[in-house]
């Protein structure tokens, strides 16, 4: 593995003064139609809920931005040709994986790549499992297929969260299981998945079958040191059956630009996996596929500003929610997503107490595990202290 620099070119390595109050302000998004900000139109709740940063993006990213509008001609696009090459260069430096640039599809979603992926590779009334609580598109697209949904509950103990792997191979074992939907780092607890882990995975998954889709989604945002190792890197049969999604919409805050990319290494399945698409899955945007390269290919020395961010962010939300009586909150080691347990404050709504003193979480419903909050961090740090104090107004004692 490289130390992650040599590939990104020198002149993208900003000194972080540069950009040193890049992250202190953030553009007023109302009006833009934002679905983050128009949620609670009209009230005063900060909203701190669905996945995307009010961080602008970084300066690379727009000037590609800017240099593409400049041409002014926006036709049927394929995939420019800088663009797998970035993907490829990103993964190698980034997570030591080499990919043959053939196996990637564009896609305008990893979502939409998840809902490819049930129809491709399972049957009507099959399942699929997935480790809960987590993302609500992995509980909700199954049954959109018509394929049932197996869920897996995560076991949480003083360590932090962790596979019940009883429960995995009990799962696994139906003999209706057929895809297994990692999310990889996890959301909503943020855990990033070790060597030992994905290895036990990858061998239930050989043990019954399984095809393993795992989302990477967030695997650019590993807060801390320890490394992200993509699934289908494993030296494993199940892996090499694997298929990837990744995206730089979360780390470079590009979600409304639609660009992401599924890593298929078989060729029979990339064919499939076209004609599943066609007619219903638009082809990726020129504006997209422009931000994605440049993120990939420049935007290094602002990811890891903004990881410095998400650090010092993480630690206030840790110190905080500890002063507030009946929450807890595990520390997540990637993501900028605090999944806060209210369980112990007895209340029969977290989510409603939350909105009622201003601030607007994800309800943990919506993952799968009632009693439970999730909390954007990516905003800020004013903004993100007024939403503390008043996480902690909501659930002062009545
Ligand atoms: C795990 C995971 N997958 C996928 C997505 C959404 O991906 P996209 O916007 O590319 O459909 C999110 C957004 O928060 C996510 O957390």
Redesign the pocket.
């Known amino acids: 593995m490289t130390s992650g620099m040599e590939w990104y070119p020198a002149a993208a390595m900003r000194k972080p003064s540069e950009t040193a109050t890049a992250f202190s302000s953030c553009p007023d998004r109302s009006g833009t139609g934002s679905e983050k900000w128009d949620r609670w139109t009209g009230r005063d709740v900060l909203p701190v809920w ?2 995307d940063m009010d961080f602008r993006t970084a300066p690379e990213v727009l000037e590609a931005l800017h240099a593409r509008v400049e041409h002014g001609v926006f036709g049927y696009t394929h995939e420019p040709p800088g663009f797998r090459p970035a993907l490829v260069g990103h993964l190698a430096a980034r997570h030591g994986w080499q990919v043959d640039p053939d196996w990637i599809v564009g896609v ?7 809902a490819i992926t049930a129809r491709l590779l399972s049957d009507r009334n099959d399942a699929i499992l997935t480790f809960t609580p987590v ?1 609500p ?2 509980l909700t697209l199954p049954a959109l297929a018509g394929r049932g949904c197996a869920r897996v509950p995560l076991a949480h103990d003083a360590g932090g969260w962790r596979i019940d792997w009883d429960a995995f191979e009990r799962a696994a074992r139906s003999p209706a299981a057929r895809l297994l939907w990692l ?1 990889h780092p996890h ?1 909503p607890t943020g855990t990033v998945w070790g060597h030992a882990d994905l290895e036990h995975i990858a061998d239930v998954a050989e043990r019954h079958g399984l095809t393993v889709v795992s ?1 990477e ?2 695997s650019d945002l590993v807060l801390d040191d320890g490394p992200h190792v993509p699934f289908a890197s494993l030296d494993h049969p199940a892996a090499r059956r694997a298929i990837t ?1 990744v ?1 730089p ?2 780390t470079w805050n590009l ?1 409304g630009l ?1 660009c ?1 990319a599924a890593i298929v290494p078989d060729g029979t399945i990339r064919r499939r996996w076209r004609i599943a698409g066609e007619g219903l899955v638009p082809m990726v945007n020129p504006l997209g596929y422009a931000a994605a390269e440049a993120a990939w290919r420049h935007g290094e020395a602002w990811r890891r500003e903004l990881l410095t961010i998400l650090r010092k962010h993480r630690s206030l939300v840790l110190e905080r929610v500890a002063s507030i009586p009946g929450l807890e909150c595990t520390p997540w080691q990637a ?1 900028y997503l605090a999944w806060i347990d209210c369980r112990a404050t007895s209340r029969e709504n977290p989510q409603a107490d939350c909105e009622a003193a201003g601030i607007g979480p994800s309800d943990g419903r919506d993952f799968g595990l009632p009693g439970f909050i999730r909390v954007n961090t990516a905003c800020p740090t004013e903004r993100l202290v007024l939403a503390l104090d008043r996480l902690s107004a909501a659930f002062a004692q009545r």
């Open positions: 669905v996945a305008p979603g990893v979502v939409t790549a998840l993302y598109p992995f999310c959301n989302d989604i967030w999604l995206a919409s979360k979600a639609s992401a993501t």
